[in-house]
């Protein structure tokens, strides 16, 4: 059964009716999820629920519903603080108007999750009861059955019960495979796991690896990882340590959501190879406890801290050990059955207990000057050890503030950020008499957590005695949640107070610039310029904002202080200062795209945007003249190097509509001219996007190769579809192998069955 057919349908529709962003973004949302991109696809999500509500379609909310959850339970690893929406969500699908909806199934799934990331083992038993109940009333055929299989599989495996929940899962494939059905990815990860787990190493192992040998082209994200984790685990388990540190993902490349695997995988090979297990990696594994903890996947919490104080305990942290067992600690009083907890948690604290302490090296009045001094004997530094002794020192100093400012920065280093923050509440609540550095450290702090209630806290506590703390606080919190009208307010404020604190006149620069109010942007500038005037950046900056405003005698002033060779004296710079690379960022995503530098901090972008993006070809753009990569110090590598520079206003739009893509076969050179040329003189704008090596097979001629060529066609933006698909159909006709512009065709409304041809010969 094609559960996916109603929203296939749902889409067509929208595009039919001149909606093809919205038809896109249910694409869009569904692709970031599998590729494990948690930010952009919670970004989407106001904008869905606001198509689901303008639609009035119950079908689409269960299924933007049940991705989000997908997103929030698989890779965020969410446990109580998705049960409300998992709850809400079930009786919604289940009633009159969305029982019928293909994805109504799917919640069940969403249930099965959300109940597992709480506590696994204490909610097994009822999450195989609702996995029964789904899959009884579900044929094999339907994706939902394998999915309700392996969760069933996985609660089994919780109850300890791993070598039943194989044969299980085992007897539900063959089902699946009577049916017609291929195991999906899920499932094969999920029989792989519990071959692991039984003692079936070598088996695992070669299906993972024969898995591997039938992949083509590139993977899903949330498939190829935890294979690969899989398959390091496997290794491990063989001793072949090296090998699978090699095919291990780097940690900084794992969700939370996959943390818990990838430790499993990843602790016995650290601890096999203690070159590895470092205080950096021992720090995010003390920020995914941290995660868990905050989410309330309690099980999870505790296994997951009982793996990382054991890699602390190996490295010789019993520090971070011990804030590991305490976060661990307060989560077993929320389980819904011990099933071994606390007498795990009872033996690693007797372990910690029994593990050395580190003596500090200097008396507590002299340990920051030991430690300063290491740092200029350029001594590798160690937060953990430091964090430690700081600490130590503390108990004896607590009113020194440098100590305590030194210990928050090492603990926030290890991962203990909660910690961290607490410390310098500590002190700052009973120090708010006057302006303290720690309060500005606290902010960053508090800020980098999302905590705005806590940082209005900080700001109403200094509000008599320093209100420059004050206006900072609330500036900073503002521009971090894009407020950029009360960040203008308030570091308007700030300066009002404290006018020489040049990082307020920064922070309105930034607000300003948001607002696009260059002109006032460039005279803050010129404040700042004044001020620090051998900060050499800032002439940079006035230029950028400047120009965006079009002052260009100002522009033309600051050039000529730079040294710069200008062809005219004043007025509009518009020459040809040769390739750099324009980078925007559209919805979370980084573009980068050619253009010619126009002036000092001005281009015109001339590469075409294809697909679903948006179109900049022609735009003529102000860049940040902060370079994205810095300069190579290679003299050959510098040779070929284009500065890329990130986009901070669009002066004047170049007025093309979408980049077309046609694919095919390599005319040859002068056919290809001569398409370029004929499409230019209609004042069309033409890019080839493919690379020179790029080759397509002709099925017809037996799988022969020809050079192929990929390019893209942009006509302006209110030109007819169909009159762009006539001139190409004239454009390439003489051409030996036929073109395909399957997308032009289907929004043009023309035939597109020819281009799926096309597609289908050349395997375009």
């Known amino acids: 059964m094609n559960i996916w057919h109603w929203i296939e349908q749902l889409q067509a529709s929208l595009r039919e009716a001149g909606q093809a962003h919205s038809a896109d973004l249910i694409d869009r949302f569904s692709t970031e999820i599998c590729d494990q991109e948690v930010e952009r696809a919670e970004a989407l999500m106001p904008e869905l629920r606001a198509l689901c509500k303008t639609l009035e379609n119950p079908w689409l909310e269960v299924f933007v519903r049940h991705w989000d959850l997908r997103n929030r339970l698989g890779n965020k690893s969410e446990g109580e603080t998705a049960l409300a929406e998992t709850v809400s969500l079930f009786e919604f699908a289940h009633r009159d108007d969305t029982i019928e909806c293909p994805q109504s199934i799917c919640v069940t799934q969403d249930m099965a999750s959300c109940y597992a990331n709480v506590d696994g083992p204490g909610w097994a038993e009822e999450r195989i009861a609702v996995c029964d109940e789904t899959l009884a009333r579900i044929e094999p055929s339907r994706n939902c059955f394998q999915c309700l299989s392996y969760q069933k599989a996985l609660a089994l495996r919780d109850s300890g019960r791993a070598a039943e929940a194989l044969t299980w899962l085992q007897a539900q494939r063959a089902v699946l495979e009577a049916a017609g059905a291929e195991a999906n990815g899920g499932t094969l990860e999920v029989e792989n796991l519990l071959l692991l787990e039984v003692g079936r190493v070598d088996e695992a192992l070669a299906r993972i690896e024969a898995e591997e040998a039938t992949v083509e082209g590139v993977e899903w994200r949330n498939i190829a990882q935890p294979r690969a984790m899989l398959k390091a685990r496997a290794l491990a388990a063989l001793g072949r340590f090296d090998e699978a540190w090699d095919v291990l993902p780097p940690l900084r490349e794992i969700n939370d959501g996959d943390l818990l695997p990838w430790m499993e995988a990843a602790s016995p090979v650290l601890m096999a190879l203690p070159e590895h297990n470092d205080w950096g990696r021992g720090s995010r594994l ?24 054991g890699l602390a305990l190996a490295r010789g942290s019993r520090f971070s050990a011990q804030r590991l067992l305490q976060i661990a600690q307060t989560h077993v009083p929320r389980l819904r059955s011990d099933a071994g907890a606390a007498a795990t948690l009872s033996a690693l604290a007797a372990e910690i207990e029994s593990a050395a ?26 937060p953990e050890v430091e964090a430690e002794w700081l600490l130590q020192a503390l108990e004896q100093r607590p009113d020194d503030s440098a100590l305590r400012l030194q210990a928050a920065n090492a603990l926030q280093a290890c991962g203990a950020i909660d910690d961290a923050i607490a410390l310098l509440w500590t002190y700052v609540e009973r120090h708010y008499t006057q302006e303290e550095n720690l309060a500005y450290t606290l902010m960053t702090y508090l800020l980098q957590q999302g905590a705005h209630d806590e940082v209005e ?117 518009d020459e040809d200062w040769g390739w750099v690379i324009i980078r925007c960022i559209e919805d979370d995503k980084t573009l980068d795209y050619y253009a010619r530098r126009t002036g000092p901090v001005s281009a015109r972008i001339v590469e075409n945007a294809w697909g679903p993006r948006t179109q900049h070809v022609m735009d003529e753009v102000v860049y940040d003249a902060e370079l994205v990569f810095p300069v190579p110090e290679d003299e050959e590598e510098r040779s070929r190097f284009v500065p890329t520079f990130p ?118």
């Not at 007025?655 to 095919?664: A, E, H, I, M, S």
């Not at 003189?681 to 080839?688: P, T």
Request: with cysteine.
């Open 286 to 309: 003390h920020q995914g406890v941290l995660h868990h903890s905050r989410l309330g996947a309690h099980r999870k919490t505790i296994t997951l801290a009982v793996y990382a104080a």
């Open 357 to 382: 302490h580190t003596p500090a090296p200097a008396p507590a009045d002299a340990l920051l000057q030991w430690l300063e001094q290491q740092g200029e004997l350029e001594q590798e530094r160690n």
């Open 457 to 573: 806290r900080l700001a109403r506590l200094y509000a008599s005695s320093a209100p420059q703390t004050t206006h900072w606080c609330r500036a900073s919190s503002a521009a971090q949640r894009g407020d950029w009208v009360e960040a203008e307010l308030h570091s308007r404020r700030m300066l009002e107070v404290a006018p020489e604190y040049h990082g307020g006149r920064r922070l309105l620069v930034r607000s300003l610039l948001r607002q696009e109010r260059f002109s006032e942007a460039s005279a803050q500038l010129g404040e700042l310029r004044l001020a620090l005037r051998d900060e050499r950046g800032l002439a940079w900056d006035y230029m950028s904002a400047a120009t965006a405003a079009g002052e260009w005698e100002g522009v033309h002033r600051v050039a000529r202080e730079l040294g710069m060779q200008i062809e005219t004296e004043s007025g509009p710079i």
């Open 647 to 764: 986009r901070m206003h669009t002066l004047r739009s170049g007025g093309f509509g979408p980049g077309w893509l046609v694919d095919g076969v390599h005319p040859g050179e002068a056919a290809f001219d001569q398409l370029r040329d004929t499409l230019q003189a209609r004042g069309w704008k033409v890019w080839i996007h493919s690379a020179d090596d790029y080759e397509v097979q002709d099925s017809a001629e037996n799988g022969r190769s020809h050079p192929g060529i990929y390019f893209s066609v942009s006509a302006p933006a209110q030109l007819p579809l169909a009159e762009i698909c006539s001139a190409m159909e004239q454009a390439t006709g003489g051409f030996e192998h036929r073109m395909c512009w399957l997308r032009l065709a289907e929004q043009a409304g023309l035939d597109a069955d020819k281009h799926r041809a096309l597609i289908e010969r050349y395997g375009l």
